[in-house]
């Protein structure tokens, strides 16, 4: 990005798995790193002029495969694994500094402060509109706009009720208190109508996005007209994607559903150069409060995903129930005392099994609850979490006391693969 701080190192990607390490371990030495693929051509790197390149995934033998880049007289560090931080991190420092002589001047606040004047300078005094899940980079987005244009930014924040326990409240109360201007749609009932009798994930996923998208529109209707859309589009979504970061502002054909038919004139992604870890302490910096900063992956149709069957308001409020329980028992849990890793995403499910059980004397045939919950960096592979059975004792015999027609509760103990981390 230039403008940041003039030093940029590209770090070319040549397959190897560990670019995003090599990238972020450049950033966090104070130079500003991005990723291009093997095949980016020697007039785009030009244009970066970056001080240093680093090749990810290039080996010993490899020189066939960096030979085209010897011209442009760059200095150059092959990496052909990535084994252990320490080592990496030496490396990489010498190379920023001696090899380089770079002088390090990136940081988080001059990537706050380079925004908030692109920003200032790109939507000048017109209005923006920003769509609210709760989620990390939509929280954060709307904090960094909120500090570029204080009064022109909205955001609207469709509660469709399958939120966690309170969850809705408490992004309310937490922008509230960010002085953010949010606007809060509680469309839960027409959300739980709509999607009333279908047991078909992927119809229920489709449902709740197209409704997502009617309320929302409806709502930005009222508004009148607001040229500029903001996204939380961050860094490793542009990577992942193949395409590139260059500038603030997108041309809405990029960026499909909602700006479109929303007809907005440009979409603003002011976190589109940073990584998923960046945006969290960008989050912190901008003073939200940990439970936005530090928020779980949690999906767009949020509880309806574990809501596995058809959806009713009773079966929504069982797992709502049961998930805060199970929120509330492995976040109190000292996993350091016991030598095991805290897990990095949990929740409770409710499947579509009536198992029987007995009550007051009396079998019943309520729906099976799960647990679930997983140690994993990147959620493309996990292992379960080897959770105590104390612990686990613990959330059952809670939930089956204090949530209504709850007879049993399983644990999975099943990895990534082959499982997934939701069950659907
Ligand atoms: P799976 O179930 O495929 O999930 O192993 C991988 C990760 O993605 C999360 N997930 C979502 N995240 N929108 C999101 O932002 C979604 O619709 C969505 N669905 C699943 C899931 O919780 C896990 O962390």
């Not at 992927?202 to 409806?218: M, N, Q, S």
């Not at 209504?404 to 990895?415: E, H, K, Q, W």
Request: glycine share 8%.
């Amino acid at each position: 990005m230039s403008g940041l701080t003039n030093e940029t190192v590209l770090v070319i990607d040549f397959g190897g798995a560990f670019k995003e390490l090599a990238a972020r371990c450049v950033r966090a030495q104070g130079v500003y790193s991005e990723i291009r693929p093997g095949v980016f051509p020697n007039e785009k790197i030009g244009k970066f002029a970056p001080i240093g390149i680093i090749l990810a995934g290039v080996g010993a033998d490899d020189d066939a495969k960096c030979a085209h880049l010897a011209p442009l007289g760059i200095p150059l560090l092959a990496l052909d694994s990535w084994s252990e931080d320490a080592a990496h991190t030496e490396k990489i420092r010498k190379f920023l500094f001696q090899t380089c002589k770079a002088k390090g001047l990136y940081s988080l606040d001059v990537y706050i402060e380079h925004q908030i004047s692109q920003i200032q300078g790109a939507i000048g005094s017109d209005k923006i509109l920003l769509a609210l899940s709760g989620g990390v980079d939509s929280s954060v987005c709307a904090a960094l706009l909120t500090r570029a244009v204080p009064n022109q930014l909205t955001c609207i924040f469709v509660d469709h009720g399958f939120m966690r326990l309170n969850e809705g409240d408490r992004i309310e109360a937490a922008f509230a208190q960010q002085n953010i201007n949010l606007i809060r749609i509680n469309a839960q009932q027409c959300f739980l109508d709509k999607v009333a009798g279908v047991a078909d994930p992927e119809r229920k996923r489709k449902i709740i996005g197209e409704e997502f998208i009617a309320v929302f529109e409806e709502e930005a209707k009222k508004l009148g007209h607001i040229p500029y859309f903001a996204q939380g589009t961050i860094y490793a979504d542009i990577v992942e994607s193949g395409g590139e970061y260059g500038s603030v502002i997108k041309s809405h054909h990029n960026v499909g559903g909602l700006p479109e038919k929303l007809g907005f004139d440009k979409i603003i992604e002011p976190l589109a150069g940073l990584f998923k870890d960046e945006v969290r302490s960008l989050g912190a910096k901008l003073g939200l409060p940990d439970h936005l900063t530090r928020r779980q992956p949690f999906p767009g149709p949020g509880l309806a995903v574990r809501t596995l069957g058809a959806i009713t308001a009773e079966r929504l409020e069982t797992v709502r129930q049961a998930d805060a329980i199970v929120t509330e028992e492995i976040e109190k849990f000292d996993f350091a005392a016991v030598g095991l890793t805290p897990p990095s995403q949990y929740f409770a499910f409710i499947t579509n099994t009536p198992t029987v059980g007995i009550k007051n004397h009396a079998r019943t045939f309520d729906y099976a609850v799960g647990i679930r919950a997983v140690i994993t960096d990147d959620y493309m592979t996990c292992t379960y979490a080897p959770l105590p059975h104390s612990l686990l004792d613990k959330m059952v015999r809670r939930i089956t006391t204090e949530v209504a027609s709850v007879s049993r509760v399983v644990y999975d103990i099943t990895s990534k693969p082959p499982g997934t981390i939701e069950w659907e």
